[in-house]
């Protein structure tokens, strides 16, 4: 059985540096043996994936990998507040899944599945299986085509 | 002093079977003693009970029945997880009310109504009341009017 | 170190009167050692702040106004579920924020500071420090700019 971070090598992703805190707001915070996670936009290196809408300039496959790169930063998160060890996480509770979109897009829970899908390739059986919710929002910070955060159990 | 389930039937509510799980996203998660349920859609017999936005085509009655059949969905999943028995639900928790709607709607918490009191006939005195936020959005999946989120504490 | 009312005090800020709660929904709900608070609008004395959207007719600073008037609103229901004294708060632990706007606005992270940074002053160090979530909406229930919801965890 492999550990989610040979899964993610077997991917070839390589987490990100979990970005530093800000002030006041900060990434994670963990109750009792849950970590709650901040809404993650879809940054690489700093750079927000693509720009704008579902259901306009935002294509369903950019839309699906900006929901995978949310997903990918949300893990580098929680790593940083496992010390570094994936194997702690005993499931995955909870995504929201928030897409920038046109009154008339319908196509929400195709495009979360980019997060959905790769916390199942990361994480074994049912300790990947979450909840989730997913709705449609007018715009998002820094003009980010989708948001997405989470909620983990932890041993 | 009515179980959940008579207090249903005394509705005329019979609840559907629950929706299979979907490959990576399922329709509740147990951390604990809190349940997490899916965003649920206002789908019967595997048919939205109308498409559309609030401001518009649907109306606040419409709204209404539609928070409504979001809630049974939720007593569905939440039933099933508990393996048929909803007298182990100690307190709905909180909901979360979606309303896909037009940017100068603004009648929300009415239109949730239709789940909240739902959970305060379905469950005795403190059992259903529930901290919960209603906010509009764009669009939701599958052009659905209302979504519906939730979490229960359970024994 | 001053406890949370000593810094409330300082900042002049006057908790109102903690809301009554509305039939089959209710301000705070706590499960285990987590209090989960509804979605607060910016009122003041019955009357929100201001209306309308971010990107429109609010401004900038009047956004960030309402959003620290919701978390003056939350620290009420707080305080009151706590039986009056916020010294039991251990942490916030998330906060979500939903900013009406139209579809080209950008700023909800720095509007969202405005309920971030007194959650910061009211709490000392780790206590404030919150995950949090921010997104936008078409529209909020009663016209208000921002609403938002709260998770703290108490002694």
Do not use: W
């Not at 936009?41 to 790169?69: F, N, Y």
């Not at 009154?103 to 959905?116: E, K, L, P, Q, Y």
Request: proline content about 5%; charged content about 15%.
């Amino acid at each position: 059985m492999a550990s989610p971070e040979e899964r993610l090598a077997a991917l070839n992703i390589e987490l990100p540096a979990a970005a530093a805190p800000v002030a006041n707001y900060v990434p994670v915070v963990q109750t009792g043996n849950l970590l709650v996670v901040s809404g993650q936009l879809p940054l690489v290196d700093g750079q927000l994936l693509i720009t704008g809408k579902l259901g306009a300039e935002v294509s369903h496959q950019a839309g699906q990998a900006c929901a995978r790169a949310c997903f990918i930063n949300i893990l580098a998160q929680v790593k940083a507040a496992l010390g570094g060890d994936l194997t702690r996480v005993r499931r995955v509770v909870r995504l929201g899944g928030f897409m920038a979109c046109t009154a008339d897009f319908t196509d929400h829970a195709a495009v979360m599945n980019g997060a959905s899908d790769l916390a199942g390739e990361v994480f074994e059986g049912e300790v990947g299986r979450h909840a989730r919710s997913t709705v449609g929002v007018p715009s998002l910070p820094l003009n980010a085509p989708v948001e997405v955060e989470a909620m983990f159990e932890i041993a």
